[in-house]
């Protein structure tokens, strides 16, 4: 065997064995096979490579009996070296990278499994049961939760997003723009916007490939060791993500998680269901509750199909090669100003999210109030190539927005 290192991964192209697995990254792990001795060496995956169900780090050593995971796809090592075998084959006649196939069989659960399982699920809805009956006798409890029912705290919890509400943008205009650059800005926005999805609409990206963008970003950052997915941080943020996420009233389908990003940079962004929060915007927000407006922001990104066109653009100027390149560049470039209102949108579609929450709605306000205080004044030249409102007018849009969808004063 000529070939000494195998590429494993789920990269078709870019790897000697490709894996069809989700749970596999691009650039999993590599296979190194010299006189008869097969190791394996992970290269920073996201889920990881085990052998015998134990995470590697560095190079290990396999055995015949071994069970080797890439993520979550099992194989043996038997398996790796027919695999590398026939890559060899293949390779004298064609280039042709080999699908990595398992020979372990996936064993179902027996019947008799399931029902004990069910056992002590059985037992706990006994004792649940029992235990509503004493106490309803002793206390009435079927009355206290007749009068939960009826109080608007109750009804409150896990609420969707409000469906009918409106959205207005007048907002944006900036009291010091007395040429009215900023209302110039949103309606070639729309227009370009209206031109773009008449030319793309036959250009297709489902939502596996936004999902498969958002993992490659996720990959960028952990090859640079800026990934932090682990601590008091990251559990708070992902459960503020997912008290948001349950509001939505027709969500897309992604499965969203946020990772900190050690940067000091004052920054979130997304892509795919994955939320990026520097470190520095973390340290620069106040409360639990303007979390929540700039996670739900990033979710309505998502949920908004912003991103969905983006990836629309470069997909079509892939297919134009180095002219379709220039082209794109170029165009965003010119029209990167026309993204203020579609920032804008994302930001009073997360209002919608954070409102039935327990979240304050107004700590929006107070968030882009102090963020309007790192920027400078309004500069006409500056508003032509902000992909991003000023600061002051998010502000404004959000408090015009609580008020008159629900009635809210945030002065008081």
Not at 140 to 158: C, R, T
Request: charged fraction near 25%; glycine fraction near 6%; include cysteine.
């Amino acid at each position: 065997m000529s070939q000494v290192v195998f590429n494993v991964g789920r990269n078709r192209r870019k790897n000697h064995l490709f894996v069809e697995d989700k749970s596999v990254s691009n650039h999993h792990a590599q296979v190194v096979i010299k006189d008869g001795i097969v190791s394996i060496v992970d290269l920073g995956s996201s889920n990881g490579t085990f052998v015998n169900y134990k995470r590697i780090n560095g190079e290990v050593t396999v055995g015949d009996n071994d069970v080797i995971t890439f993520g979550t796809y099992k194989c043996t090592r038997k398996d790796l070296v027919n695999a590398a075998q026939k890559f060899e084959y293949k390779n004298h006649v064609i280039t042709n990278n080999i699908k990595l196939l398992s020979s372990l069989p996936s064993i179902p659960k027996s019947l008799n499994q399931s029902k004990r399982k069910l056992i002590p699920q059985i037992v706990i809805a006994i004792l649940v049961l029992l235990s509503f009956l004493v106490l309803n006798h002793l206390f009435g409890v079927d009355e206290i939760i007749k009068s939960k029912l009826k109080s608007s705290s109750f009804l409150d919890f896990k609420s969707k997003q409000k469906k009918d509400v409106t959205y207005d943008f007048s907002c944006l205009s900036n009291p010091n723009d007395d040429s009215g650059t900023t209302s110039l800005l949103n309606i070639f926005g729309d227009l370009t916007k209206e031109v773009q999805s008449v030319l793309l609409e036959r250009v297709d990206i489902p939502l596996s490939e936004e999902i498969e963008y958002g993992n490659d970003l996720l990959e960028e950052f952990n090859s640079k060791n800026l990934i932090v997915s682990t601590g008091d941080d990251y559990k708070k943020l992902n459960a503020i993500l997912n008290d948001i996420e349950s509001r939505l009233l027709h969500p897309r389908g992604f499965e969203y998680e946020v990772y900190i990003v050690e940067d000091s940079v004052i920054n979130v962004f997304t892509s795919g269901g994955k939320i990026f929060f520097f470190r520095g915007m973390l340290d620069f927000a106040i409360s639990d509750s303007e979390l929540a407006v700039l996670i739900s922001h990033e979710i309505s990104h998502n949920e908004l199909g912003h991103i969905t066109f983006q990836l629309k653009k470069l997909k079509e100027s892939e297919n134009w090669g180095l002219f379709g390149q220039v082209f794109l560049a170029v165009n965003n470039m010119i029209t990167v100003s026309f993204n203020q209102k579609q920032e804008a949108e994302a930001d009073l579609f997360g209002v919608d999210l954070v409102y039935p929450t327990s979240y304050t709605s107004c700590s929006g306000i107070d968030l882009f109030n102090r963020l309007s205080e790192k920027e400078s004044e309004f500069n006409l030249a500056d508003n032509l190539f902000r992909s991003h409102p000023y600061s002051s007018s998010r502000s404004n849009c959000i408090e015009n927005h609580l008020s008159s969808n629900y009635n809210m004063n945030c002065d008081e």
